[in-house]
């Protein structure tokens, strides 16, 4: 965080306590929280007393206490006795310029229980642009999900609506990912990418997707609960090198389907080739992955192994027949 000999900048203090910065203008606003130092009497500067003040009026409005009520007690607290509260912590940011992962996903989770969705798409741009796509979903993105869901579980019906919030969000943040590279796309069939029938579980998918532009790689995003006929009709007209199928549960994943879909051909007679599938997600997980099938660890594996089929030499209509052995 910048400190200064005036204090903190209201950039800084929002990133330090995970909100937008209209958030911050809003409350100095609406209930009187706003800086002791105006800098030439317009711009902000924040104490570390000031720092303090909104720390305590981000943990009321979390815990469900409404912002006047938690501003007048937030406002009071400032008097009473007790040591000078210490600048918040500087974020060490890292050779990318990524906000530490710990940092992203308190703020992240604080912005997520405060429904500030403007905060949290800007927090999810900054940790996609620092750290990139899959150390974001990995390190940030996933565990913040898992934290707000914990929440949700251990507090009766409370906190569906930040669960759902955060979600959409994260979405949102997943389908703006671009290519990191110059952008050129491989003159070869795209990747498939359909959760299982019944399945309606997408975001894995979507950073598999997201993934996949970054690094400048074809896909075709067909999202949840595609149908079995409806999947066909799809392999059937792209002709695609590799399919990926998604399955959170075993109770969904559909091993006749993904069988069915490594037995497609495509191509001239002679020079006829097979999809590749990639059995994506927990579902799949505890049964023996069979020929022209790859079961892949998670985003990073799963990203490598469809690069490589990229960097293979073309085979017919496909980009290569060679299959990697399974893990």
């Known amino acids: 965080m910048s400190d200064t000999a005036h204090g903190l900048t209201t950039g ?19 209930y009187g929280i706003g800086p002791a130092v105006r800098e030439d009497g317009r711009h902000r500067r924040w104490t570390p007393g000031d720092v303090a003040v909104l720390d305590e009026m981000c943990r009321l409005t979390a815990s469900g206490v409404p912002p006047a009520e938690a501003a007048r007690t ?17 974020p060490q940011r890292g050779p990318d ?27 999810l741009r900054d940790v996609v642009a620092g750290h990139g796509l899959v150390a974001a979903w990995e390190d940030v993105m996933v565990p913040t999900l898992h934290a707000v869901g914990r929440k949700w579980e251990s507090s009766g019906d409370q906190y569906v609506e930040v669960e759902h919030l955060l979600s959409w969000h994260v979405s949102t943040a997943l389908r703006q990912v671009t290519p990191a590279a110059d952008g ?7 990747v498939v990418l ?11 998918l979507e950073a598999l997707a997201a993934g996949l532009a970054e690094r400048g790689l074809p896909a075709r995003m067909f999202g ?15 002709g695609p090198a590799t399919v990926v199928l998604w399955s959170q549960a075993r109770s969904t994943a559909n091993h006749a389907l993904a069988r069915h879909v490594a037995g497609r051909s495509f191509g001239v007679k002679g020079a006829r080739t097979h999809p590749r599938v990639l059995l994506a997600g927990p579902g799949w997980a505890g049964r023996t992955v069979e020929a022209g099938m790859l079961r892949p660890g998670g985003l990073r594996e799963a990203l490598d ?3 490589r089929c990229y960097a293979e030499p073309p085979t017919g209509r496909g980009i290569s027949t060679a299959r990697a052995a399974p893990r």
Do not use: F
């Not at 800084?12 to 609406?30: C, M």
């Not at 406002?75 to 912590?89: C, E, H, K, L, Q």
């Not at 050129?184 to 795209?190: C, D, N, R």
């Open 12 to 30: 800084a203090v929002a990133r330090h306590l995970g909100v937008s910065p209209t958030t911050l203008r809003s409350w100095d606003q609406r």
């Open 305 to 307: 192994v469809l690069a």
């Open 184 to 190: 050129s796309v491989p003159a070869a069939p795209p």
């Open 194 to 204: 359909a959760c299982v029938p019944a399945e309606e579980h997408t975001l894995p």
């Open 74 to 90: 937030a406002r009071t607290g400032r008097g009473r006795p007790g040591p000078v509260p210490a600048a918040p912590r500087s």
């Open 97 to 123: 310029g990524g906000l530490p992962a710990a940092d992203a996903r308190r703020g992240l989770a604080r912005a997520a229980v405060r429904l500030d969705g403007p905060a949290l798409d800007s927090l």
């Open 224 to 238: 949840a609960a595609v149908p079995a006929e409806a999947l066909d009709a799809a392999v059937r007209r792209l």
